[in-house]
């Protein structure tokens, strides 16, 4: 078990999924596209794929995505309204766990962060600077204190996008299924040998992954290394440090949360990669986080884990 205060070499930054070679012969695997990414299930053979796992992706792109000016999202965007404005009640329900999130963040997590993203060349997201503070949610409704104050849910609808498809899953009576939405996972049950679903934290060109161990709940990855850019020494990371309004500067280049729901994982990921390393770390041991954070020594990644993140080394 990794601790804070010890370490051990580990080379990996990116989040697969993954059943062992040896138990292929009794699963089945599927998938397809989902928000410009991709959607993957292993689950036992003889399953079928419910309907619903199609209809969650179309819902939840059609409210949240900054891309398709048709969805929720843009249209609130778009709005100079300063009223109260309806909005689906997946979108109340999810600004309500995103102010919640941005309150327990200390800021870290904030879903106005668009425009300062799309500054530095990701995302589409357009606007005046906001904070989170600036957005009221009632039931069913929204409103916003300035004009030109947009949304960014990015960091937290896929997250609630994988709990829907898990819970359709569930409903139509699978209840052992790994299931991978763009490099965030969750799983029930156990895999056809009896044992835990594992998921593994690696980078390619380095010898060691680190396994993390699912028998319920969701892990989510954020990390500064596969959306970003360098000019000069500068590494320019999609993640925004909240109290310089830049891209975060710091040694952290992966961070992996593990939780009851994916929309938990996903927020507190992007939270954590989002602040200096002490602070990712003092903060996710404030609340009590499984959390692998992946840091640069010197040119060589390491890990630091805090909570109980259950794992083994892999060679």
Same mark, same amino acid.
């Given at each position: ?5 010890? +370490? ?26 989902? +928000? ?33 000016? =048709? ?32 309150? %327990?963040?200390?800021?870290?997590? =904030? ?10 060349? +990701?995302?589409?997201?357009? %606007? ?9 949610? #009632? ?24 709990? *829907? $498809?898990?819970?359709?899953?569930? &409903?139509? %009576?699978?209840? =052992? ?35 993390? $161990? ?10 500064? *290394? ?9 590494? +320019? ?33 992007? &939270? ?8 990712? *770390?003092?903060? #996710? ?11 640069? =020594? ?8 805090? %909570? ?8």
């Amino acid at each position: 078990m990794l601790t804070r205060r010890q +370490f051990i070499h580990l080379t990996g930054a990116g989040l697969t999924a993954a059943a062992f070679p040896a138990w292929a012969r009794e699963l089945v695997t599927t998938g397809g596209d989902a +928000f410009g990414s991709y959607w993957r299930l292993t689950m036992p053979r003889g399953a079928d794929v419910p309907r619903a796992m199609a209809e969650v992706i179309e819902m939840i792109d059609g409210v949240f995505s900054p891309y398709r000016t =048709d969805s929720d999202l843009s249209r609130v965007n778009r709005s100079q309204d300063t009223d109260w404005q309806p909005v689906p009640p997946e979108m109340a329900r999810l600004l309500l766990k995103a102010a919640d999130m941005a309150r %327990g963040s200390e800021g870290a997590f =904030d879903p106005t962060v668009g425009p300062l993203v799309a500054r530095y060349g +990701f995302g589409p997201i357009a %606007g005046g600077e906001g904070r989170f503070a600036g957005i009221d949610v #009632a039931e069913g409704a929204m409103r916003k204190i300035a004009p030109d104050l947009t949304l960014d849910l990015c960091g937290v609808a896929k997250g609630r996008a994988l709990d *829907l $498809m898990c819970e359709a899953l569930e &409903a139509a %009576g699978i209840e =052992d299924f790994l299931l991978d939405l763009g490099g965030e996972v969750a799983a029930r049950g156990l895999n056809p040998a009896g044992r835990s679903w594992q998921v593994g934290v690696d980078v390619p060109g380095y010898p060691m992954t680190f396994g993390i $161990m699912l028998e319920g709940g969701a892990v989510a990855t954020s990390g500064s *290394l596969s959306n970003g850019y360098r000019i000069g020494d500068r590494l +320019f990371s999609h993640i925004i440090d909240p109290s310089s309004r830049e891209p975060v500067e710091t040694l952290v280049r992966s961070v992996s949360v593990l939780a009851p729901t994916a929309e938990i994982a996903d927020a507190w990921a992007t &939270a954590l990669m989002a602040v200096p390393m002490e602070k990712a *770390l003092d903060m #996710a041991e404030a609340n009590a986080l499984d959390a692998l954070i992946l840091f640069d =020594d010197g040119g060589a990644l390491r890990p630091v884990a805090t %909570g109980a993140m259950p794992g083994v080394m892999l060679g």
